[in-house]
């Protein structure tokens, strides 16, 4: 009775949070929205990008998919050290791939930025930046992006 309307409280008052972070995380029904993201984040920067999201091989041998691990802090007090203990960690879904962006060297640092504020949760693994000399020669950018996704999502 009490206890379970107590728990309800909680649940209602971070509710709206966790279906705010949830949008944010692709899913089977919005990973081509992500998508989309990106080849307008490319288009508007005036680069050509190819994803890769098949190869199982990439500069920094990561796999395709994996599960990012982040520690949760735990209240575990030792009686007779009070100290504070990291606990469990949890599993996050996640998809690793290769994207390669070309264009001029000011359209790929526009596009960069892009990925820096995008409204979805990743993780820029690596950046490679190949130029010719001058600001107006074509370069590529190799990158190695880590994409949290919805559980959902068939990997």
């Given amino acids: 009775g009490e206890h379970l309307q107590e728990l309800n409280g909680r649940w209602n008052a971070i509710a709206s949070q966790i279906n705010s972070v949830q949008a944010l995380l692709p899913s089977d029904d919005t990973f081509a929205l992500f998508v989309d993201y990106l080849e307008s984040s490319g288009e508007h920067a005036g680069v050509t990008l190819a994803p890769d999201f098949e190869s199982k091989t990439t500069h920094t041998s990561k796999q395709q998919s994996s ?71 074509p370069a590529l950018l190799t990158t190695i992006i880590t994409l949290y996704v919805d559980t959902s999502l068939k990997q």
Avoid: C, W
């Fill in 67 to 137: 599960s990012t691990k982040f520690p949760v802090e735990s209240e575990k007090t030792d009686a007779a050290q009070k100290k504070t203990t990291t606990g469990s960690s949890l599993s996050v879904p996640s998809i690793t791939f290769t994207l390669d962006a070309t264009g001029p060297l000011g359209g790929i640092e526009s596009f960069y930025r892009s990925l820096e504020k995008s409204p979805y949760f990743l993780n820029i693994d690596s950046a490679i930046l190949q130029a010719a000399d001058g600001i107006d020669k």
